[in-house]
């Protein structure tokens, strides 16, 4: 829909597609320049294999602690939106609080998807997880904060007392002025 | 930085903005009428005037018991005008003078107004003083002209005046002072410019002045005695024929004048009826030359002729009412008697000179729900053809005024209903399963032409036509004046009782009586003489058990005004108004006390105190007795002797002690006494908690999730004492002398809870007492301003159970029983306010669940019934507020209450003589039924916190139907859209 709609017109007699960049030999119907070895590209030199790999692993790791301390910026924003949103509630507020305490349970809900594309045998994930997992409970506990300062958490007398029933009187005692 | 400080300054802003929007009780023109009626009444007629022929419309005046004036439509009974007096300004007497003004005499004789005939403005009002108090007599002399002037003769307060009918300016005065003198009547011979003057002196002397009505001067005085003394009225029979009788009531005298002589003639009635059975009556009647007596049930009619000779011309024994004369030719008279024949009445209208010339004779059926008739108001017209036509206003027993015409009624008025004493509710039936398909199809038409219609409008498309019906359709919906029960508990039966003893259930839709029954009907006369309707009280509420039964009411009479006649009870069918049955009681009734237990039908228990403090229990069934007994030891009463100033309370004691084995009866033991000294305080009002009030917590937050327990007892009794001075009027007392205290005491212990004395107050007090505070109103002294004060009561012992732990748990004891011995600790706030009005009666509204914010009903002086947020008295205001009190919906304290011109209840209408103000909730939560009863009755539905469970009335279904019916289209539409469009690419 988006590229070269005009030309795709019914117009269209021929055409010679250049972007075709695919590597495989039956899409190829001009031969390789000589000299040039498709097959070498794809052979792996052991001693150069390794170092890339070396590379990789500290590139995904490297990669690892970035992704886990993203939280901490997301914490100090969530910090600064709260305090905008002041302490009384109305619909600003609570959405904001709301943001706050879904976000880190999402995150901590995908925390394994979070850290998949940084998977690896060399790589050892497990501090930048336990990283990762603090943070968000960071921002939860924040969330949490923000509710009580909000005053919609149960920690009074009166959340567990405003529906008591009035209590039963033992005595009944009736009368008027007469008649 | 900055920015965050000026959007967090803005946020605050919207929020005040948002909080400033206060639920305004208010309705916009449009919404008049349609959850509200008004019903006008004048109450029962004492007197009635039918304008002369000349007047041309045709109209009659009246005057009733309730002080009102009125001029009513003889064609279908409407008001033209109405004027109610205050209810110590007892009309006295009406007339018409000069063909234009209707004169009234008033307030016992002291004051004499002229209205104005077709509009009912005032002309004139004088103020007629005199030495002496006595009865008072209105004559207009309307053959007595002296400058197109009629003279107004009025005899008051011993003094005799003439008064010009123009200006209302006294012409001359007589006193008649000197002499020990009870003047009975005020004569006018026709033709004549002599007034006579008819009284008796010292019980046995018989007095007659001849005055010249037009300057007061004394022509003659004679005096005659007789021995036997004079028993009440005298009735005048013709010029110069009197009678009278004697102290005993068997000795009839007539009394005739001649030449200055004054003559006795005796006649014993057991001559004229045979054999005397009793004390004779006299009816008082304008006929000439007749008069009737009424002894025991029989009257007899007695024409004079002549000499002191009297002739029996009907002797009956059934229930007769006679008309005053009205004349119809020159020099002749008729009179209208009316007769009760089983369920049909009698009238007929003869001639004062041929009692058997009958004029006119008919009979008409007559509800037997209307009683008696009671009196009879004459009035004639010609008729095409020239002859005479006879048409006559009658009062029935239930107060209710019609007005007969050739063998008609023509039209009624249920004047009754302008004094109703008691006020209860009942459910309607619930709808029954079963509903035509065709009268579905129906009604879902007319839903959606309705709501297409209403569409219109929003989308202010509609013409003024459709605007119209839109209009009627509102006010004619026939959804609020069904007679099924609804779902939100808005129908309901109003069931009030009348002075006159009469039933009546009225429709909460539109006000219709959907019956009515008299309480002493024709067919039981002889049980109780005097039936005077007391009480009513719901009797039996199915709801859980029982629910094929019908509801029905309790009536608690009285036979005669004594405390101590015997009582009566009635129980009446809610639904059909059927008695289903009814108790003449052996024992009187003080009090009636129902018990907060029903048995298994639904049967409210109720407690009877006689007046020698016998308990008797009431249904009479084992079953009452065995839950009676399970709380026997529970169970207290407490009774009020303002007159002594003591409030005594009693617990039952055993079986009642008497000669006849009554198991129902029981004895009363007195527990404590709160005796007020005589000398200083004098009870002026007390006031309880209602019986079926619902409260939804025991606890109110406070500002910063504090806790502060209510003290929910009903066992409260708020008692104001005033200084016995100050129990007049105001302004009688100078501050110094005067006190008001108010005291809230328990009534089962007899403590005292709380006191307090406003030093220079004094009453009418006006309280409401409902969940934990009670306010009350009275008039400051001192400020020259009437103040009202709110008090609240807290549980002091409770506040400590704050550990939220122990509540999460619920090991905490809040909701356990508790008991008045254990003599809770209790505080209590309270404050004052001016107010501007003064008050008729004060109601709060109740609600289903008593969730919804309280709203002070406050009858006016202005017969108006203004509401007033219970947060306008909330004794925690103060000037400052702090911010987390603002938050809770404190308003900062001014000094004088806000009378906001949009809440009045009744908006443009009043409630004439407002009596009452009586409040039903309704099943939805936001909504309570308010029912303002007096000489008008007054409807509505209120929402004190505005109707916050339920779409509005004007709330457009159509047009939210039509919404999602568009997006639902929309969907579709794209969704095939984008198929095709899909397919499209993919054909590429």
Redesign the interface.
């Known amino acids: 829909m988006e590229k070269g709609k005009g030309v795709m017109g019914s117009g269209r007699r021929w055409a010679v597609d250049f972007s075709d960049n695919s590597t495989a030999p039956s899409s190829r119907d001009i031969p390789d320049p000589p000299g040039f070895s498709r097959a070498s590209m794809d052979q792996d030199d052991s001693a150069v294999s390794r170092q890339k790999k070396d590379a990789e692993a500290n590139w995904k790791a490297q990669k690892a602690w970035e992704v886990a301390q993203a939280p901490f910026k997301n914490l100090l924003m969530m910090g600064f939106m709260m305090w905008m949103a002041g302490s009384t509630v109305h619909l600003f507020s609570i959405g904001i609080t709301f943001s706050a305490l879904w976000q880190p349970i999402s995150a901590l809900q995908g925390v394994g998807k979070v850290f998949e594309p940084y998977k690896d045998n060399k790589v050892d994930l497990l501090g930048p997880k336990l990283l990762f997992i603090a943070l968000n409970l960071g921002g939860l506990a924040l969330g949490v904060w923000k509710l009580n300062t909000l005053g919609l958490l149960p920690t009074h007398a009166s959340d567990w007392v405003s529906s008591l029933p009035p209590a039963q009187e033992v005595e009944y005692s009736g009368g008027v002025i007469p008649l | 930085m900055a920015i965050?400080m000026a959007?967090?300054s803005f946020?605050?802003l919207?929020?005040l903005f948002?909080s400033s929007l206060n639920p305004i009780l208010s309705l916009y023109e449009d919404q008049v009428g349609l959850m509200d009626w008004h019903q006008q009444f004048i109450g029962k007629v004492k007197q009635a005037v039918f304008h002369t022929q000349k007047t041309g419309r045709k109209r009659v005046v009246v005057s009733t018991e309730e002080n009102v004036i009125a001029s009513l439509d003889l064609r279908h009974g409407e008001i033209f005008w109405r004027h109610v007096l205050a209810t110590n300004d007892v009309i006295d007497g009406i007339d018409i003078a000069i063909g234009k003004y209707v004169i009234t005499l008033s307030s016992g004789g002291s004051i004499l107004r002229a209205w104005n005939l077709p509009d009912g403005q005032m002309v004139w009002e004088s103020s007629l003083q005199g030495p002496k108090h006595s009865k008072s007599l209105l004559l207009v002399l309307t053959n007595l002209k002296v400058d197109k002037d009629n003279v107004v003769i009025v005899f008051t307060n011993g003094r005799l005046h003439a008064v010009s009918s123009i200006d209302g300016e006294v012409l001359w005065k007589k006193d008649f002072e000197a002499e020990s003198l009870d003047v009975q009547q005020v004569i006018q011979p026709p033709g004549s410019d002599l007034v006579y003057v008819v009284g008796f002196a010292a019980s046995s002397q018989f007095e007659m002045y001849q005055i010249n009505a037009r300057n007061g001067e004394l022509l003659k005085h004679e005096s005659a005695a007789f021995s036997g003394g004079f028993l009440g009225e005298v009735s005048l029979v013709s010029s110069e024929t009197l009678v009278a009788l004697d102290s005993t009531g068997s000795i009839l005298l007539t009394i005739s004048s001649h030449n200055g002589k004054i003559s006795f003639q005796q006649t014993p009635i057991s001559n004229l009826v045979g054999d005397s059975l009793g004390p004779a009556v006299i009816t008082p009647s304008s006929v000439t030359g007749i008069f009737s007596l009424k002894v025991n049930a029989i009257t007899i009619f007695i024409r004079v002729i002549g000499e002191g000779k009297l002739e029996v011309l009907e002797k009956t024994n059934l229930k007769t009412a006679v008309s005053d004369a009205l004349s119809i030719s020159e020099g002749k008279q008729a009179f209208a008697l009316i007769q009760h024949a089983g369920s049909e009445i009698h009238l007929t209208v003869k001639p004062a000179d041929d009692w058997d010339g009958n004029l006119l004779k008919e009979s008409i059926k007559m509800d037997r729900q209307r009683g008696l008739v009671h009196k009879v108001f004459i009035n004639n017209y010609i008729r095409t053809d020239r002859s005479y036509g006879f048409r006559v206003l009658i009062v029935m027993e239930d107060h209710s005024l019609l007005l007969l015409q050739q063998g008609e009624i023509v039209w009624s008025r249920e004047d009754g209903l302008a004094s109703i004493i008691d006020v209860t509710t009942s459910e309607l039936p619930v709808e029954k399963d079963g509903v035509s398909v065709a009268k579905v199809e129906h009604n879902l038409f007319e839903w959606l032409k309705g709501h297409m219609l209403k569409l219109k409008g929003t989308l202010m498309l509609a013409s003024p036509e459709d605007m119209a019906a839109i209009q009627s359709m509102r006010l004619k919906s026939s959804e609020k004046s069904k007679m099924t029960r609804d779902h939100n508990g808005f129908r309901k039966l109003l069931i009030v009782l009348t002075r006159a003893g009469k039933l009546f259930a009225l429709h909460t839709g539109d006000g219709r009586i959907v019956w009515s029954h008299l309480l002493q009907s024709l067919h039981k006369p002889q049980a109780c003489q005097h039936l005077i309707g007391?009480?009513l009280y719901q009797w039996q509420v199915p709801h859980h058990h029982a629910m094929d039964e019908n509801p029905s009411v309790l009536v608690?009479g009285?036979c005669g005004p004594s405390?101590d006649a015997p009582g009566v009870l009635s129980f009446v069918d809610t639904y059909t108004g059927k008695e289903l049955s009814s108790l003449s009681l052996a024992h009187s009734?003080?009090?009636?006390?129902?018990?907060?237990y029903t048995d298994s039908t639904e049967q409210r228990l109720h407690?009877l105190?006689d007046a020698d403090q016998h308990a008797h229990l009431y249904p009479k069934t084992p079953e009452a007795i065995g839950i009676f007994q399970r709380?026997f030891s529970?169970?207290?009463?407490?009774?009020?002797?303002?007159d002594n100033g003591i409030i005594k309370?009693y617990a039952l004691k055993s079986k009642c002690t008497s000669e006849v084995a009554d198991e129902f009866c029981f004895d009363s033991r007195e527990l404590w006494s709160v005796v007020f000294p005589s000398e200083s305080e004098k009870i002026i009002a007390?006031v309880?908690r209602k019986?079926n009030e619902v409260?939804?917590?025991?606890?109110k937050?406070i500002a910063d999730?504090?806790?502060m327990?209510?003290y929910?007892?009903?066992?409260l009794l708020f008692v104001a004492t005033a200084a016995p001075k100050a129990s007049g009027e105001i302004g009688s007392v100078t501050p110094e002398e005067s006190w008001l205290v108010a005291y809230l005491i328990d009534?089962?212990t007899g403590r005292i809870l709380h006191r307090v004395t406003h030093h220079g107050s004094q009453g009418p007090v006006h309280a409401v007492f409902s969940e934990n505070w009670v306010v009350y109103h009275y008039f400051n002294l001192r400020a020259h301003r009437y103040e009202m004060s709110v008090i609240e009561i807290y549980d002091q012992s409770r506040a400590d159970?704050?550990?939220?732990w122990k509540?999460?748990l619920g090991k905490h004891n809040?909701?356990?029983?508790?008991?008045?011995?254990s003599r809770p600790e209790v505080i209590t706030k309270s404050q004052s306010y001016f107010f501007t009005h003064s008050l008729k009666s004060i109601a709060v509204t109740s609600t289903a669940k008593g969730i919804t914010s309280k709203q002070l009903l406050i009858g006016t002086i202005g017969d108006q019934v203004l509401a007033l947020d219970k947060r306008f008295l909330d004794p925690r205001r103060s000037v400052n507020p702090t911010q987390a009190e603002k938050?809770e919906g404190i308003i900062p304290l001014t000094d004088s209450l806000p009378i906001i011109p949009q809440s009045y209840v009744t908006h443009a209408l009043r409630v004439e003589g407002l009596q009452g103000i009586v409040t039903v909730p309704a099943k939805l939560e936001s909504t309570t039924l308010v029912f303002a009863h007096g000489v008008d009755l007054f409807f509505t539905q209120l929402a004190p916190s505005r109707t916050y469970d339920s779409l509005t009335e004007d709330f457009s279904y159509a047009l939210l139907l039509i919404t999602i019916v568009a997006l639902v289209a929309a969907i579709f539409v794209t969704w095939i859209l984008s198929e095709r469009k899909e397919l499209q690419?993919k054909w590429?």
């Open positions: 965050a959007i967090r946020l605050f919207l929020l948002f007391l009480n608690v009285r405390l009734v003080a009090q009636v006390i129902p018990l907060p407690l105190i709380e529970n169970i207290y009463w407490y009774s009020v002797e303002d309370g007390t309880t019986l409260v939804h917590t025991q606890a937050v999730q504090d806790v327990y209510k929910l007892s009903r066992n009534t089962v159970d704050k550990d939220v509540l999460v809040l909701t356990s029983p508790i008991s008045s011995y938050e690419e590429r």
